[in-house]
């Protein structure tokens, strides 16, 4: 019986949104509005262009701390296992990792975007 109603509520859920889709009004599109955003660039243009070097290595760095970030969080759960002690030295080395890596670009200057 809950099967016959999930199935129900799912259909009519849908037919609801297709029609709502249907009814509303079309969008115009432009050529700015179907075109991909590449930060800032042309990406319609030539691909010789310069770019701006600062803008790679922020790019580069937050794709960096990104990965670190995406590292940490599974270690709630992983804080759930047998090895506890291997756990904590495993996310005591990605902390460090990180905050050595953050006092690094710090002092290097790869924060700043001004020069």
């Known amino acids: 019986m809950n099967l016959m109603w999930t199935?129900?509520?799912?259909a009519t859920l849908s037919s609801v949104l297709v029609t709502i889709a249907f009814w509303l009004p079309q969008m115009?599109?432009?050529a700015e509005k179907s075109s991909p955003y590449?930060?800032?660039f042309d990406p319609m243009g030539s691909a010789r262009l310069p770019f701006s070097m600062k803008f790679f290595l922020v790019a580069i760095?937050?794709?960096?701390?990104d990965l670190e970030i995406a590292l940490l969080l599974p270690l709630p759960w992983a804080s759930?296992?047998?090895k506890l002690m291997t756990m904590?030295?495993?996310?005591?080395?990605?902390i460090s990792?990180?905050?050595i890596s953050l006092t690094y670009e710090w002092t290097q200057k790869g924060l700043e975007w001004s020069e």
């Open 7 to 10: 199935l129900a509520i799912n």
């Open 28 to 30: 115009n599109t432009y």
């Open 38 to 40: 590449e930060c800032g």
């Open 61 to 65: 760095t937050f794709l960096l701390f």
């Open 80 to 82: 759930q296992t047998n």
């Open 88 to 94: 904590l030295l495993t996310s005591l080395f990605l």
């Open 97 to 99: 990792l990180l905050i």
